[in-house]
């Protein structure tokens, strides 16, 4: 079923958590719950955690640091959820299939607590002098686009990396995204904060949607999460310290920027799998 006219329907509070998350499960547990908890008494339908919110280190992160789905950090994000009514989108890293690698994993849970979907990290880390490649296996292009819908709202969702590539969002907006969250923790470095807004800002206009780009805070980390609407207009900004913000996202604004500008009716290109 299609969901009802943008001008129909609602606005969605979210709010966003940019983290300084370490290698302690449990601790980076009772951070997320608190979030949730605050999510709640500032009317979020939705909060949205950084990339490796379960755990990380700078050094790189792998199967060391994985977890089953049904372990106690996913389960005990789950139960928070429930418990305070909020929905949450975060990223963890999980086993892969042969249980000798990790994935980077993205999980979108709603305000009942069900696990709705994941999204494995397609595009893998290996640039500036990192290979994220070494400890993770990469997700599956051709999988389904993770979408989830909160309160009528469509939310899709990339991870970190992925932002780089025009396509993933693009993909996303196919499948009914009218604002793609992105998780990350984006390194830091020469020029890496300009490029990470620059990018999510590009991501906005060019697929006339929201972007929430959620980033980590913490040494080596650039902060900096961004809330940008469909014409590319910054509604909300953090910076390099671990803080919070709540914004409003509204598809109505989607519904108005996509019939002043029809660029996605336009387009003459499809985004594909390879």
């Known amino acids: 079923m299609s969901p009802a006219p943008a001008s129909e329907r609602s606005a969605v509070r979210v709010t966003v958590g940019q ?4 290698a302690d499960r449990s601790a980076n547990l009772a951070v997320a719950e608190r979030l949730l908890e605050l999510a709640a008494q500032e ?4 909060a949205v955690l950084p990339e490796y919110a379960s755990s990380y280190e700078s050094s790189g992160v792998g199967i060391e640091h994985a977890e089953p789905l049904d372990g106690p950090w996913v389960t005990g ?5 429930a418990r305070h009514g909020v929905a ?3 990223g963890v890293i999980v086993p892969d299939a042969s249980g000798e690698r990790a994935q980077n994993v993205v999980v979108a849970i709603d305000a009942a607590g069900e696990l709705r979907g994941t999204y494995a990290k397609v595009h893998l880390y290996d640039a500036f002098g990192y290979r ?10 051709a999988a389904e686009p993770l979408v989830l819908d909160v309160a009528g709202v469509r939310f899709g969702v990339i991870t970190c990396y992925d932002l780089r590539f025009p396509e993933s969002a693009r ?11 992105v998780p990350a923790a984006w390194v830091d470095g020469p020029g890496k904060a300009a490029q990470w807004r620059a990018l999510a800002v590009a991501r906005a206009i060019e697929n006339t949607a929201w972007v929430i780009a959620v980033g980590q805070a913490g040494a080596a980390r650039t902060g900096r999460s961004v809330v940008i609407d469909p014409e590319g207009v910054v509604r909300a900004e953090l910076g390099v310290e671990p803080a919070t913000a709540t914004v409003t996202v509204d598809p109505a604004v989607v519904g108005a920027v996509r019939e002043r500008n029809p660029a996605l009716a336009l387009r003459r290109y499809e985004v594909t799998p390879r």
């Open 43 to 46: 009317g979020a339908a939705l």
């Open 171 to 181: 993909r996303l907006v196919d499948a009914g995204a009218e604002a793609i969250l």
């Open 132 to 141: 994220e490649s070494d400890r993770l296996a990469p997700g599956d292009p």
């Open 77 to 81: 994000l789950r139960a928070a959820a």
């Open 19 to 22: 983290l300084d998350v370490g």
């Open 88 to 90: 949450v989108v975060a």
